[in-house]
């Protein structure tokens, strides 16, 4: 696309600021030593960007699976903003991790575009415990940080989305 081109097209983005925002957390129990750590990141960023700690909710379920229903009945209790979904699933020798990873994609999926809130997927699925640990972050930038600045660009954009444009009438 040329610079042109692109100049003259209207364009949305989110912004980094949590001010005045609310926002769920929904965060997995299973394999909790990984879903705490993404947990402090989240959490620290959302205050880190403005968040205000008494509009921040944060639901906690005891695995995966459970995930999307808790943020569809946290949105509707507390109408956040954006909701942050964390979970880490790691591959065992059934087809279960397939599952609750398929399953828990598409209902999280589902919630955001039924309720109209962006509902951001924060899981790691790691083939692996080694594995886990490095797509978490714990060595470098954790995901829950990540998943926390997205949570904030989302709802800044969607708020931008839901105001209606006015046009000037021409006289």
Partial sequence: M?????KNARHWEGGPSAKG????VVVSRFNEYLTDQLLESAL?????????????HVAHVPG?????LAAKKLIRRVKPDAVLTLSVVIRGRTKHFDQVVSQCAKGVREVG????VPVILGMVSAE??????????LARMNKGREWAESAIEMANLSKKLDKKIHAK???
């Fill in 2 to 6: 040329t610079p042109s081109v692109r």
């Fill in 21 to 24: 925002r609310c926002f769920g």
């Fill in 44 to 56: 620290a960023t959302l205050r880190e960007h403005g968040a205000d700690p008494k509009k921040v």
């Fill in 64 to 68: 995966a699976f459970e995930v999307p």
């Fill in 113 to 116: 575009l039924d309720s109209g």
């Fill in 128 to 137: 692996d415990p080694a594995d886990a640990v490095e797509r978490v972050g």
């Fill in 169 to 171: 009438k021409n006289a």
